[in-house]
């Protein structure tokens, strides 16, 4: 009541504030990532309708309180500027950004029961589904996602980051922002020119709007921050080949290749049940099993059969105990090449020791194992190790053992052959260290 600002227009309250402040027009359209000319225009009242965008902007820009915050909203709302700007109101556009579902989720029961049923009472709920390149991520998020749509009336956000994309570069996180804001109805003009008002602006439009937003193929933690929305009626699926830790009520999943049945069922929707009729059940669980239980390459290996009409499914699995990463090629899939991308983001010593262990180990192995081919510590082989580990070319099945996927230990070989490695050392840490020897003669294979 005795607010001294109450019932000043909007104009008004503006240049108060800002003179508070102690600001010019200038440095407050700065600071709020606003044209000078709007500041100008707003605080004259010659712009009808102030922008929810424009209002929050400022509103932080400025360090309004609360009260100071509804005077402004309120002051919109007075008969010289129509009610409709103020209010977040719903959007002009409902997003509906959800890619096609496969067309049959097979299997991951399991898994879809923890991405559609994490909850939080009091911050946004995430789920980051991370693991190697072609078990399922992106397929098992956006089914998720249809599953979830219903109860997101106010949207559903796909945003695809480009983590490992041969055509095209990680999206930066402020292009991702104005895209999303542009989904929404804020025009380009309005998107603010820094990151974190990009963000706030973001999480302002969706506060109070339930919307369900899939982050998918990002590379890392810095790309997917200023995408989370602040509030606990949005929900996120973030998926990504490289571990991730997201603040808020997180839950990590780490997705595995498929179960063989699952596996079998993947390869006969793919191939076509016709085209495996009368296929013994064990050649085509052997054909899965030599597709390393991959979906991206059970996919891959069922277009071979589909592409070749004399094959039958004896004759590709003759030709995947050949040489597999050659077979698991079509069109633009490629098992290799997806790879290739995991590979291509390490760093060089991390390459190499990709290279070298991949082709060098069969079996489990320990960091004791690892320091000696690799001709270094223990404690530097196990930094090496935890990057392969962060960016899931290998696994750790229990504490401190660590294995690789089968299509994994064939790609770091493929790859050691182009990239030629002296191996004098192993004879010589061997040497110096007998007690490994034999642990070492057990799972090494292929010495050039
Ligand atoms: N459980 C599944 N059921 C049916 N198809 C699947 C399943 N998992 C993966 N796929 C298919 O396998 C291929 C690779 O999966 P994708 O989700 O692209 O892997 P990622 O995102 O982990 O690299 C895609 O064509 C996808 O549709
Ligand atoms: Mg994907």
């Not at 950004?97 to 909850?119: F, K, N, S």
């Not at 069922?265 to 049940?273: C, D, H, Q, S, Y």
């Not at 699995?317 to 590979?343: K, M, T």
């Amino acid at each position: 009541m005795g607010d001294p600002d109450a019932g000043l227009s909007f104009g008004a309250l503006l240049r108060g504030w800002r003179k508070r402040a102690l600001l010019t027009q200038e440095q407050l359209a700065e600071r709020a990532g606003l044209n000078v000319r709007t500041v100008r225009r707003l605080e004259n009242d010659g712009l009808g309708q102030p922008r929810t965008a424009s209002i929050v902007l400022l509103a932080r820009a400025l360090a309004l309180d609360r009260g100071e915050r509804a005077l402004l909203a309120a002051a919109t709302r007075a008969p010289s500027a129509p009610a409709a700007a103020a209010a977040p109101g719903p959007p002009a556009t409902v997003p509906r950004q959800l890619p096609a579902d496969v067309a049959a989720l097979e299997g991951r029961g399991r898994e879809l029961a923890i991405v559609a049923g994490h909850r939080s009472a009091t911050t946004v709920p995430v789920v980051s589904i991370t693991g190697m390149a072609g078990t399922g991520k992106t397929a098992l998020a956006v089914h998720a996602a249809h599953r979830l749509a219903p109860q997101y009336p106010d949207g559903q956000l796909f945003v695809d980051l480009h983590g490992h994309d041969r055509a095209a570069a990680p999206v930066e996180p402020g292009a991702a922002l104005a895209r999303v804001l542009g989904a929404f109805g804020v025009p380009g003009e309005q998107v603010p020119a820094r990151l974190d008002d990009r963000a706030a602006l973001y999480r302002s439009v969706l506060a109070g709007r339930r919307v369900l937003i899939v982050l998918d193929d990002a590379t890392g933690e810095q790309q997917v921050q200023p995408l989370l929305p602040g509030c606990p009626d949005c929900r996120v699926i973030v998926t990504s080949r490289r571990g991730l830790v997201c603040p808020g009520d997180a839950r990590d999943l780490s997705l595995d290749v498929l179960p063989v049945a699952d596996a079998v069922a993947l390869f006969v929707r793919m191939a076509g049940r016709e085209r495996v009729a009368g296929t013994p059940p064990v050649v085509l669980a052997e054909t899965v099993r030599r597709c390393g239980l991959l979906p991206l390459a059970i996919r891959v290996a069922a277009a071979r059969l589909r592409a070749h009409p004399s094959w039958d499914v004896r004759h590709l699995l003759g030709r995947l105990a050949a040489d597999r990463l050659a077979e698991l090629r079509a069109g633009r899939h490629s098992v290799a090449a997806a790879l290739d991308l995991s590979y291509e983001r390490l760093p060089a010593d991390h390459r190499r020791a990709y290279r070298l262990l991949g082709s060098c180990v069969r079996a489990e192995f320990g960091l004791d194992v690892a320091a000696v081919l690799l001709d270094t510590t223990a404690a530097r082989a196990g930094g090496l190790l935890a990057r392969l580990l962060d960016a899931h070319l290998l696994q750790e099945p229990a504490p401190g053992r660590y294995r690789f996927h089968g299509l994994v230990r064939e790609h770091a070989t493929e790859l050691r052959r182009r990239t030629w490695v002296p191996l004098t050392w192993v004879a010589r840490s061997a040497e110096s260290n007998i007690a490994l020897f034999h642990d070492i003669a057990g799972i090494y294979s292929g010495v050039e």
